[in-house]
């Protein structure tokens, strides 16, 4: 979260606003999706964005890879930062969860904040640097990686992030690496087939980046084990509209990943 995160142009507020007015659409439609939109192609209408998310917050998603040799003082050094600063209620951030892979990618750590949108993010990290004790405690972790990521992401207004609970077992989090420019038909596949999986298990969360590595989404799901996730997903195979959306995920995605995690002590979501 430290490290400065990567820059990338976006079209102006004045120019979206400029279609709005010449073609009589409401801000209202484009934000929450529009059909006639959709159909006419009309590209900086059809911000992805803008169209899918909730809006309300931006994630950041900070992934450790840390020195397997040094694991346990790892998770040690993490502790005091992050259930330090997820209870410090000057900063404009709240930890979502924290998590170590035990199937996927071994030896490494998920990290999921929640900053009051990026104004939220410009005033915490400006805190962060300005304060010597959590400059002191960010550093510790430092000798215990071999690599570090950090993503700023939206959360997809059909998938809410969860609030915390404590439930117990194991946590997926998915991830696609999406085409160019199919963002937007990606989530309406998934509007279509999440309710197939509601009905068996509740999402965790689902993100999309858009700052750091660019067209990646994530989601997230909770189950008391390996078992019963096996079984969730198979009976939801068995409902109309499920497979049509794996289908689609499939044809959007360029890869895609599955890590299983477990939740650290400190982690509001457990």
Same mark, same amino acid.
């Given at each position: 979260?430290?490290?400065r995160?990567?820059?990338?142009a976006?079209? %102006?507020?004045?120019?979206l ?11 209202q439609?484009?934000?929450?999706g ?20 909730r809006? $309300? ?5 900070e ?6 040799s040094?694991?346990?003082?790892? $998770?040690?050094?993490? *502790?005091?930062y992050?259930?330090t600063i997820?209870d410090?209620?000057?900063?404009h ?7 170590e892979?035990?199937?996927g990618?071994?030896d490494?750590?998920?990290h999921?904040? *929640?900053?009051?949108?990026y104004?939220?993010?410009?005033k %915490?990290?400006?805190k ?5 004790n959590?400059? *002191? ?29 404590s439930?117990?077992g ?8 999406l085409?160019?420019?199919t ?6 596949a998934?509007?279509k ?20 590595r660019l067209?990646?989404?994530y ?10 996730? $096996? ?5 939801a195979?068995q ?6 959306t794996? #289908?689609? #995920?499939?044809?959007?995605s360029?890869f895609?990943?599955?890590?299983i995690l477990e939740?650290l ?5 457990k």
């Amino acid at each position: 979260m430290i490290a400065r995160a990567g820059v990338r142009a976006l079209s %102006t507020s004045a120019s979206l606003a400029s279609q709005v007015g010449k073609r009589g659409i409401s801000v209202q439609s484009i934000l929450h999706g529009s059909p006639q939109a959709k159909q006419e192609g009309d590209t900086q209408i059809q911000q992805h964005s803008r169209l899918v998310a909730r809006g $309300k917050y931006v994630h950041g998603i900070e992934i450790h890879k840390v020195k397997p040799s040094e694991v346990e003082s790892y $998770k040690k050094a993490a *502790e005091d930062y992050y259930a330090t600063i997820k209870d410090d209620p000057e900063l404009h951030v709240k930890l979502t969860g924290s998590w170590e892979v035990v199937v996927g990618a071994q030896d490494t750590f998920f990290h999921i904040l *929640e900053y009051e949108h990026y104004s939220g993010y410009d005033k %915490t990290i400006a805190k962060l640097r300005g304060n010597a004790n959590y400059m *002191e405690a960010y550093g510790k972790m430092i000798p215990y990686l071999n690599a570090r990521e950090s993503q700023l992401c939206q959360e997809f207004a059909v998938l809410p992030t969860a609030p915390p609970h404590s439930e117990g077992g194991i946590f997926e989090l998915r991830k696609y690496q999406l085409k160019p420019g199919t963002l937007l038909e990606w989530e309406h596949a998934w509007r279509k087939g999440i309710e197939a999986r509601r009905q068996f298990v509740a999402p965790v969360g689902a993100w999309f980046s858009q700052v750091g590595r660019l067209h990646q989404v994530y989601h997230m799901w909770q189950y008391p084990d390996l078992q019963t996730r $096996k079984e969730t997903r198979e009976k939801a195979w068995q409902l109309e509209g499920w497979s049509e959306t794996v #289908t689609k #995920t499939s044809e959007f995605s360029k890869f895609m990943d599955s890590y299983i995690l477990e939740p650290l002590p400190y982690s509001p979501l457990k």
